[in-house]
């Protein structure tokens, strides 16, 4: 990292920063080329879990080659200055690199939707006390990735809840499809002046 005044090396401050980011991106190598997706994700101890289609891109990729690299950014804010060469913008983020894994295991798929879930709702475990959304459709499901390496950089309803268990009905849970992603290194990044 050239800007070694904005690396974050503290373990703690990385994890907030995943903790807070509503979307994850990774991004894949698709015969060299680069292709990467924004995703909704639950994270614990260096490993992501996310969600999709039982059949896409996505899958195709990692059946092909699983590592991955995945981003999170918070608290993004452009600053503007008196000309072009004085704007700036504050952040923070965090860069992981890792190996990326389709489950199919139904006990680890219902961890991972758990998980996902509570990074949304901010509770685990918890059960909808308002009607649940529509059942997933046809070949929708989850992933997980582990990245190997993890950097960070700074410059919808879901009902109300309740803390019990939730249940997904084994349909549900046949057509969604989990990619974990273990995270082997991972670093963070920020920009907390307003300066350039």
Do not use: W
């Amino acid at each position: 990292m050239i800007r070694k005044d904005r690396e974050i090396k503290d373990s703690a401050q990385i994890e907030e920063i995943i903790r807070k980011a509503m979307v994850c991106r990774m991004a894949m190598s698709d015969n060299g080329f680069p292709y990467i997706v924004p995703l909704c994700f639950g994270y614990e101890n260096r490993t992501l879990y996310v969600h999709c289609a039982g059949k896409g891109r996505k899958t195709d990729i990692i059946a092909k080659n699983n590592q991955v690299c995945v981003e999170f950014d918070i608290d993004s804010e452009i600053k503007t200055g008196e000309n072009a060469c004085k704007c700036s913008m504050t952040y923070r983020s965090v860069i992981g690199f890792g190996k990326a894994y389709l489950i199919d295991d139904a006990d680890e798929k219902r961890r991972a939707l758990d998980m996902i879930m509570a990074h949304y709702s901010g509770k685990s475990p918890f059960e909808l006390t308002t009607p649940p959304p529509a059942p997933p459709r046809n070949g929708e499901g989850s992933f997980s990735v582990t990245p190997p390496a993890l950097s960070g950089k700074g410059d919808g309803g879901l009902g109300r809840m309740r803390k019990v268990s939730f249940e997904y009905s084994e349909s549900a849970l046949k057509n969604t499809l989990i990619i974990r992603i273990d995270i082997e290194e991972m670093t963070g990044k920020q920009n907390t002046t307003e300066s350039v």
